[in-house]
């Protein structure tokens, strides 16, 4: 399998969409709501305009995708915002390889304090987030006090179970 780990263009929402949909609701919920992500008509609470999308593709499939933005929510510089792999290729590193990309342009953005909501059940995702340096900040929250870490210390392999959404 050749991964690509490139950033979102507008031609990758359906397929963002989709990958949305494997964790709740359809493509068709998804697709506008990520849209008006992307392209700052819809922002999260004390979410600045900045924003980044990053793709993976195997074989010219998208496989994965993140996404993130600036923020002064819970005193953090940034946020993560989405991060889905396709169920059919999590335990391959895609997700690891997804936040390093992320966590690079956080470091471009002079962002060092990010956090990311994830509920506790999602022990996947936790897991994920905790490999990578992040640490809990309330029950539904977690937070890197530097994640530009996370490109310094980017070898390590994604696990099964670090392949899940948050």
């Not at 987030?129 to 890197?144: E, K, Q, T």
Request: one cysteine or more; glycine letters at 8%.
């Amino acid at each position: 399998m050749s991964l690509r780990i490139r950033p979102a263009e507008p031609r990758d929402i359906h397929s963002m969409a989709v990958l949305r949909s494997h964790h709740w609701e359809n493509a068709s919920f998804w697709e506008p709501r990520v849209e008006h992500y992307l392209f700052g008509s819809h922002s999260p609470q004390q979410a600045r305009p900045e924003r980044a999308a990053f793709v993976a593709e195997a074989d010219v499939k998208i496989v994965g995708f993140v996404a993130g933005h600036l923020t002064n929510r819970y005193q953090c510089d940034g946020e993560l915002q989405w991060i889905n792999v396709a169920p059919d290729h999590r335990g391959r590193g895609i997700a690891g390889s997804l936040l390093v990309a992320m966590a690079g342009w956080f470091k471009q953005q002079n962002a060092r304090r990010i956090c990311v909501d994830v509920v506790p059940e999602n022990t996947a995702a936790r897991g994920l987030y905790g490999s990578h340096g992040a640490i809990p900040l309330n029950p539904h929250w977690m937070v890197w006090e530097d994640i530009t870490k996370v490109t310094v210390n980017s070898t390590r392999p994604g696990g099964a179970a670090s392949e899940s959404e948050n």
